[in-house]
């Protein structure tokens, strides 16, 4: 049975019909998500787009524009709850935009070397393990013991090194309002810089590595680390947006889809900042973190696959007419020969699906076990994106129901 | 003149439709957050 507004819709771009409810729910979960730890979450969007079907040449633009929308949205609301530091979010997009450019630098000088796939890929891996890892002792060390004390950790207190930080008195200085704490203009532009280098060379938004960076290294509250990161995406994802949606790879009808859900979504998770301890939000972030990481392992697990026939499918495709023609003309833009071919591949995959119909069993083989490993991935983040959305929501309510029975305790007591 | 207008165009129409999404989604945000409120009986803040 067909739905209106929920069932198979056309998108105009990629020529694919894909089902609306999926790409609702996808934009709904993430819209929670973001909301609640202040990231744009591709890492969520972009794996589930590949189990659905959805065409990966357009998955990363259509992801962009709809992770812009969603952060106004979500940002929006956080600035009405005073979790947005605007001197500091303004400020960190200087040193972000400085850091990217280090970044896509850095790349492009690794893609000489030829070492660009494995850096980055073990940097991630180490990146998202290493802050789930401790984040999560962080939780246990503050909260072991709290059930037996009477007054439970409702958010750790700043780091040592954020105090260092703080500490440093390099003229000019800024007050950071909403923070509550002074602090050296330069020690701001180093860490978005910092951080917009890690973004810039992992080719990823940032917020995952920027939202630790405000806890940690600037010593924000967790709710104004969420607040002032969703700003900065704004900032970026638009930018990204813009820049993708030139290229011609925004799909625009399913960005639309997915944002009627992630601004529901985003309500939600904004909201739920209210009700949940600036602790649990650190656990509930890294445990995102961790499972963002093992679906990084699958991926890595699928590239060793991919491994065995690219090198072969990289000949053929550089050697055929079709390719050299569309490099000549399209292509141009896209810089070097391997983004090249991988934007080729990504748009042409009947023509791949043929070569590989021809190729020896070893080949064909190799290709459905990157296949499978792939979907493990996506799978795994569809289904954390859709297990944390309930999470974030259940506990939202259970706040709520709190906070309206302490009311009427209270309104009960002034009454006696 | 030509040459201006076709280049600035696309740039225009990008930006232009990419605002107004933004714009009817921020009413979609605005709009189910009331509703999100008062189903669960919240107040403005």
């Known amino acids: 049975m067909d739905i209106p507004l929920l069932g198979m819709i056309y998108l105009p771009i990629s020529g694919v019909e894909i089902m609306a409810w999926k790409l609702i729910l996808l934009g709904f979960c993430v819209g929670v998500i973001g909301g609640f730890f202040g990231v744009g979450g591709a890492f969520m969007v972009t794996p589930a787009l590949n189990v659905f079907g959805f065409p990966m040449a357009y998955a990363i633009g259509t992801d962009m ?256 007419p079709d390719f050299i023609q569309w490099a000549q003309g399209e292509g141009v833009k896209l810089g070097s020969a391997k983004v090249q071919v991988r934007d080729w591949l990504l748009m042409n995959k009947d023509a791949v699906k043929g070569w590989l119909a021809q190729q020896s069993d070893v080949f064909q083989q190799a290709k459905a076990m990157e296949t499978m490993w792939n979907n493990y991935s996506g799978y795994l983040m569809l289904g954390a994106s859709v297990g944390l959305s309930i999470l974030i929501i259940s506990k939202m309510i259970q706040g709520v129901r709190l906070e309206k029975r302490l009311a009427v305790q209270a309104r009960a007591t002034a009454g006696e | 003149m030509a040459a201006i207008v076709s280049k600035i165009m696309p740039i225009l129409f990008t930006v232009v439709m990419l605002a107004v999404m933004m714009v009817l989604m921020m009413g979609v945000g605005w709009a189910s957050g009331k509703i999100i409120r008062k189903i669960f009986g919240i107040g403005g803040k």
């Open chain 1, 65 to 320: 524009a709809h992770i812009a929308g969603k952060s106004i949205v979500a940002t929006a609301k956080h600035r009405k709850y005073g979790n947005v530091d605007m001197r500091l979010g303004l400020l960190m997009i200087f040193g972000t935009a400085v850091g990217i450019e280090f970044g896509a630098n850095f790349i492009m000088w690794l893609e000489k070397v030829g070492r660009v796939d494995v850096t980055v890929r073990y940097t991630y891996m180490v990146l998202l393990f290493g802050l789930s890892g401790y984040m999560l002792y962080e939780y246990f060390k503050l909260t072991k013991g709290t059930t037996e004390t009477a007054k439970p950790v409702s958010d750790a207190d700043t780091s040592g090194l954020a105090l260092k930080m703080q500490k440093l008195k390099i003229p000019p200085m800024i007050h950071l309002k909403t923070s509550g704490f002074h602090m050296s203009v330069w020690v701001i532009l180093g860490v978005s810089a910092f951080t917009g280098f890690l973004a810039g060379f992992l080719g990823v938004g940032g917020g995952f590595i920027r939202m630790p960076a405000l806890m940690y290294v600037i010593g924000c509250p967790t709710r104004v680390a969420v607040g002032t990161d969703l700003f900065e995406i704004v900032i970026t994802g638009a930018y990204g947006a813009f820049s993708y949606a030139m290229k011609g790879r925004v799909e625009i009808i399913a960005a639309a889809v997915m944002l009627i859900g992630a601004a529901v979504g985003a309500q939600f998770g904004t909201l739920a900042t209210q009700y949940v301890k600036g602790l649990k939000i650190r656990l509930y972030f890294a445990s995102t973190m961790l499972l963002a990481g093992v679906s990084v392992i699958f991926k890595h697990i699928a590239g060793t696959y991919k491994g065995v026939y690219s090198s072969d499918l990289n000949a053929w495709v550089k050697a055929n």
